[in-house]
């Protein structure tokens, strides 16, 4: 369905994620399956706000597929770890989940997760080529170009902004070092000031990196061992690196470098390091927001710390870290930094995607006279929209949204026959039934809608198990309930959110009093309740809508909105979590 929690879900340096792959790293979160093989139809239920209806992926052992509305239209795959997946819509979103397990031979498992892969990377190249496209006419069009100069990914860890300083003729050793003539693009610049930075063993630059304080950054000698081992790992990687032909492998070389550097930094201090990889202009929050919004920063402080500890604790057992596991590392240490900056200064919280990775740039001047050489400005200017245009025709064409006809289910089914057709064009019906069991069209009926795809699953395909899983605020009421005892007066203070020990109201969410999708016979009542709340917030809230940007008004009018369908025994409202006391334990059985 369109956009949802999986916003949760990355727009982070896509070129380094994909370029990792160079230097021997694995990007796949799932392996292949052991002992058997099961693809995973997972459905997720109704809330109110984005993907309302439901919402739809297919599970590949710990990797996770789904498709999700993107900037100007267009419904692209996305790839998430399954339990970053279940964490946003178990928990922050209060979703139960639905789990077919369909069982498959490993061939066909291969065939459909590579073919899932091969898809994902296709939209994310297009995707990032735009952004690259826009970003250069920006530069095109400013004023400040030439002073300025153009980002250099990652180069921010070695190199300061603008170009190195005139030098002069006599010195062999700074003559060599200038930029050559003959380099042109931002690629080549790349790739030249990567390899300086490693041949003159350069160090990082002040303050993109910094220690682990408190226990927390202690390391042991088991730890220091594991860091050894890794600081080989990324010698090795970079020596891998010397014969590659790709044109942006410096972006690569620069990241390993960096993490080189930092983990010596480790090694020689006793202390862990990591490098700073927020990106240079990421969105802030206030603190006094994250209250509003039910969130309390020590929630997410233990969240990251519980990552981090499991990420030191692999260190400790000897677990030489894969780039996945180190880019966890440095994401979850980086959000405590900034997380325990916020509560000790009370300043804005910067929030990003689900992970972070190195690129930090350096705005760099050395092109200035390849670029006075080039085509002229309009010329250029014209040049880099047609070709934006031709992007955006074929993400038109291929990846268009409509809500019946092309939606997060249709793309799932169709997406199979796809990859099971193959470039010889099978008949992807029979491949289906003979692979999956039976086969599901994704124009068929009603199928388009997300719960009757995942009842049409289990009807159709070879579902070996369905696994129920239950949102958050469920399964924490029926620990509630374990403890407490199920009796009225418990009952009555859990069900609304004025009294309820498990949820906080997010001001993102609509106003309601009263809980609706654990009742039945009451729902119509309790929507009544919740209509007047609604009706009455939004009266309130209409005089105050200068002051609080319409906020009041806005939630009390989704309140009316979410209610009206309670009072007809239908329930889609669940509240939401913008934080919780600690991460939950989503998991559920993998392929891996």
């Given at each position: 369905m369109p956009r949802s929690a999986a916003d949760i879900l990355p727009s982070t340096s896509i070129r380094i994620a994909v370029l990792a792959l160079i230097v021997g790293f694995s990007v796949l979160a799932g392996g292949k399956p052991v002992d058997a093989a099961y693809l995973d139809y997972v459905y997720v239920d109704s809330n109110e706000g984005q993907a309302s209806g439901g919402h739809v992926g297919l599970a590949f052992g710990g990797q996770i597929f789904h498709f999700q509305y993107r900037e100007g239209g267009f419904l692209l795959p996305v790839r998430h770890a399954t339990g970053a997946f279940e964490r946003a819509y178990r928990v922050r979103e209060n979703r139960n989940l639905r789990q077919h397990r369909i069982e498959v031979d490993q061939e066909t498992y291969d065939l459909l997760r590579d073919g899932f892969n091969a898809q994902y990377f296709e939209s994310e190249v297009l995707l990032s080529d735009l952004e690259e496209l826009r970003a250069a006419e920006a530069r095109l069009v400013s004023t400040d170009t030439v002073s300025r100069g153009q980002p250099l990914a990652a180069a921010g860890y070695f190199f300061a902004d603008r170009a190195d300083p005139d030098l002069g003729e006599g010195d062999e050793a700074k003559t060599a070092a200038k930029v050559p003539a003959k380099i042109s693009s931002l690629d080549e610049l790349s790739d030249h000031l990567s390899r300086r930075a490693e041949s003159e063993g350069r160090p990082l630059q002040p303050e993109v990196s910094f220690p682990v304080q408190g226990a927390a950054g202690e390391l042991s000698s088991a730890q220091m061992a594991t860091l050894r081992s890794l600081q080989d790992e990324f010698g090795r990687q970079l020596g891998s690196l010397k014969a590659s032909s790709r044109p942006d492998v410096g972006e690569v070389r620069f990241v390993v470098l960096a993490r080189r550097a930092v983990v010596a930094r480790s090694l020689s201090t006793g202390r862990l390091h990591m490098l700073d990889v927020y990106p240079d202009e990421a969105e802030t929050i206030e603190v006094a927001e994250v209250h509003a919004r039910g969130g309390r920063l020590e929630h997410l402080l233990a969240v990251t710390e519980t990552e981090l500890a499991r990420g030191t604790?692999?260190?400790?057992?000897?677990?030489?870290?894969?780039?996945?596991?180190?880019?966890?590392?440095?994401?979850?240490?980086?959000?405590?930094?900034?997380?325990?900056?916020?509560?000790?200064?009370?300043?804005?919280?910067?929030?990003?995607?689900?992970?972070?990775?190195?690129?930090?740039?350096?705005?760099?001047?050395?092109?200035?006279?390849?670029?006075?050489?080039?085509?002229?400005?309009?010329?250029?200017?014209?040049?880099?929209?047609?070709?934006?245009?031709?992007?955006?025709?074929?993400?038109?064409?291929?990846?268009?949204?409509?809500?019946?006809?092309?939606?997060?289910?249709?793309?799932?089914?169709?997406?199979?026959?796809?990859?099971?057709?193959?470039?010889?064009?099978?008949?992807?019906?029979?491949?289906?039934?003979?692979?999956?069991?039976?086969?599901?069209?994704?124009?068929?009926?009603?199928?388009?809608?997300?719960?009757?795809?995942?009842?049409?699953?289990?009807?159709?395909?070879?579902?070996?198990?369905?696994?129920?899983?239950?949102?958050?605020?469920?399964?924490?009421?029926?620990?509630?309930?374990?403890?407490?005892?199920?009796?009225?007066?418990?009952?009555?203070?859990?069900?609304?959110?004025?009294?309820?020990?498990?949820?906080?109201?997010?001001?993102?969410?609509?106003?309601?009093?009263?809980?609706?999708?654990?009742?039945?016979?009451?729902?119509?009542?309790?929507?009544?309740v919740n209509l007047t709340a609604g009706l009455g917030a939004a009266v309130v809230g209409l005089p105050y809508a200068p002051f609080d940007r319409g906020r009041l008004l806005m939630a009390g009018a989704r309140g009316v909105f979410w209610s009206v369908p309670e009072l007809f025994f239908l329930s889609f409202r669940k509240g939401s979590f913008f934080t919780v006391p600690s991460p939950a334990r989503v998991g559920a059985p993998a392929n891996s």
């Open positions: 604790d692999a260190l400790h057992a000897g677990q030489l870290p894969s780039e996945s596991d180190w880019s966890r590392i440095e994401d979850a240490a980086n959000r405590r930094r900034e997380i325990l900056r916020a509560m000790d200064q009370q300043t804005p919280l910067r929030i990003v995607g689900p992970r972070m990775l190195p690129g930090k740039s350096a705005w760099r001047t050395d092109l200035e006279g390849g670029e006075a050489a080039g085509p002229p400005q309009a010329t250029a200017l014209a040049e880099n929209r047609a070709k934006q245009m031709e992007i955006l025709q074929q993400l038109q064409e291929q990846s268009s949204y409509n809500l019946i006809t092309r939606n997060c289910v249709s793309e799932v089914f169709d997406s199979i026959d796809e990859i099971l057709a193959g470039p010889s064009g099978k008949d992807p019906v029979a491949e289906s039934m003979a692979r999956l069991g039976g086969h599901v069209a994704g124009d068929q009926g009603f199928v388009f809608v997300p719960f009757v795809s995942a009842e049409t699953v289990a009807g159709n395909l070879r579902v070996a198990e369905t696994i129920d899983l239950p949102s958050y605020r469920s399964q924490q009421l029926a620990n509630v309930y374990e403890k407490e005892g199920d009796g009225a007066a418990v009952y009555f203070r859990e069900s609304n959110t004025l009294t309820s020990t498990i949820y906080r109201y997010n001001a993102e969410d609509s106003v309601f009093v009263f809980f609706t999708d654990d009742v039945v016979l009451a729902r119509p009542f309790y929507g009544l």
